[in-house]
């Protein structure tokens, strides 16, 4: 069984960092193509960012382009994302999601990160 | 950047009728190995989205086989043969073929 947890998410003052993480397990991580998407409160899914299964690859939406960075363990079945220069608008729940071919997008249970003073 | 539009946003449902979503891309999402790169999502109140089908019409594993999806390039739908309670929730879809990835505004399906 496919299972993804986030970690690492709380309150943050404006301007400060963060790092997530999602801990896989129950499939070969490092053939998925692993992704960030979050959700703020009361409102739709945003894509964040995305990694290949390797790591070579990645992309990012405009609005964290440049704050944020992605990355991978594949030794330790594990994504992070950190987040600098983190502002109100960053606040959301942060979800994990594997894609594959086979079976579409598995989901986390998501952690939340809220930027406030 | 792939704009996809859902319709409607809202849908009432007596239980035991069928639903109807539809999702519309600004660009093609056939790619060259044949499949339409287009998921359905089920976000439930209170949880996580999980995924209903994938690459437009493959239904994903434990999902019933009232739900099912089709089209093809640009255009998709998501049909629910006989509506029941457990299905309230947000309906997402969403491209998977070019990033930015991006989903629809979805479809809140509420039982009359």
């Known amino acids: 069984e496919v299972q993804l947890v986030e970690s690492g998410g709380g309150l943050v003052q404006p301007g400060g960092s963060l790092r997530i993480s999602c801990a896989a397990s129950g499939f070969t991580f490092s053939t998925y193509w692993m992704h960030w998407v979050r959700q703020a409160p009361g409102k739709g899914l945003v894509w964040v960012s995305h990694i290949s299964g390797d790591g070579s690859r990645s992309n990012y939406a405009d609005s964290v382009k440049g704050r944020f960075t992605i990355s991978r363990d594949n030794a330790k079945n594990t994504m992070y994302l950190q987040m600098n220069s983190l502002t109100a608008e960053d606040t959301a729940l942060y979800y994990c999601?594997?894609?594959?071919?086979?079976?579409?997008?598995?989901w986390g249970q998501g952690t939340l990160v809220t930027v406030s003073t | 950047d792939i704009v996809m539009t859902q319709s409607p946003l809202s849908l009432p449902v007596t239980p035991g009728e069928p639903a109807s979503i539809s999702c519309r891309s600004s660009q093609s999402l056939l790619h060259s190995n044949g499949y339409n790169y287009l998921d359905w999502y089920l976000q439930k109140p209170g949880q996580s989205p999980q995924v209903l089908i994938y690459?437009?019409?493959n239904r994903a594993s434990g999902v019933p086989d009232r739900f099912s999806g089709s089209g093809s390039g640009t255009e998709f739908t998501l049909k629910i043969s006989t509506v029941e309670a457990e299905d309230v929730g947000v309906y997402y879809c969403?491209?998977?073929?070019?990033?930015?990835?991006?989903f629809g505004q979805g479809t809140r399906l509420e039982i009359k």
């Open positions: 969403m491209e998977a073929l070019q990033s930015p990835h991006t």
């Open positions: 999601m594997g894609w594959s071919r086979t079976s579409g997008g598995q």
């Open positions: 690459l437009a019409s």
